[in-house]
């Protein structure tokens, strides 16, 4: 079966815009989390959707922002965008909430230069 | 706040070593992950232990979960090249009436042939 797919897979912007990434999750799996990853603090929780509502959210400001769609697939958005929001994203799709057996896609690399 | 701490979070030795990698915690976790990460993709489950003093072998990993269920540990016996990656502990707990996953920094291993 297809795995996560996040797209695109690398990305520049420029401080002040704004980016929106996707996620598909394997067909069947309603939970999305969404993380990210850089060098100094690891994987940071941004929030978890499932059946198109919010479960749960991570310590994050307010220019993170996400949705799911019916279809389980989920976007989520930064808005004007800081050098330190460089990361790469994560989303992981389960088949419940409570990150029990996460399935990572390849990730979003964002570079804000 | 959950926080797990892993240790070493750098290790490089020769093909053939052995290792053993430390994931610690003052929390409770009702299980443990440990994923392995490789440069440019998202991290892969490699197994999830639920019973505290529980022991699981994947071939030459073998996990093991803290009686406690506050810690854990990765062991690697005759590391090859294949072995090298970012590998993860992530602990699954109650936060705020929600499950939550909370992630280590990561041990970063280089196998070298």
């Known amino acids: 079966k297809a795995g996560v797919t996040q797209t695109p897979r690398y990305l520049i912007k420029t401080r002040g815009q704004q980016v929106t990434l996707s996620c598909s999750p394997i067909?069947?799996?309603?939970?999305v989390s969404w993380y990210q990853q850089t060098p100094g603090q690891g994987l940071q929780f941004l929030f978890e959707y499932f059946s198109e509502t919010q479960r749960n959210k991570g310590n994050f400001p307010g220019r993170f922002s996400g949705r799911q769609f019916s279809n389980s697939r989920s976007e989520m958005n930064v808005s004007t965008l800081e050098l330190g929001d460089s990361a790469l994203y994560l989303c992981a799709s389960s088949l419940w909430t409570g990150g029990i057996g996460y399935t990572f896609g390849s990730g979003t690399r964002l570079t804000v230069v | 706040t959950q926080l797990l701490e892993q240790s070493p979070q750098f290790l490089s030795i020769q093909e053939g070593e052995n290792l053993t990698v430390y994931c610690n915690s003052s929390?409770?976790?009702?299980?443990l992950q440990w994923y392995r990460q490789e440069p440019g993709e998202g991290p892969v489950l490699l197994v999830t232990v639920v019973t505290g003093g529980e022991v699981k072998k994947l071939k030459r990993l073998t996990f093991q979960f803290g009686d406690a269920r506050k810690d854990s540990s990765l062991h690697i016996t005759a590391a090859q090249t294949g072995d090298t990656g970012l590998y993860l502990c992530?602990?699954?707990?109650?936060?705020?009436?929600?499950?939550?996953?909370?992630f280590g920094i990561g041990t970063k291993l280089q196998v070298i042939p």
């Open positions: 992530a602990g699954v707990g109650e936060s705020g009436g929600y499950q939550k996953v909370t």
């Open positions: 067909s069947g799996h309603r939970s």
């Open positions: 929390s409770v976790f009702s299980s």
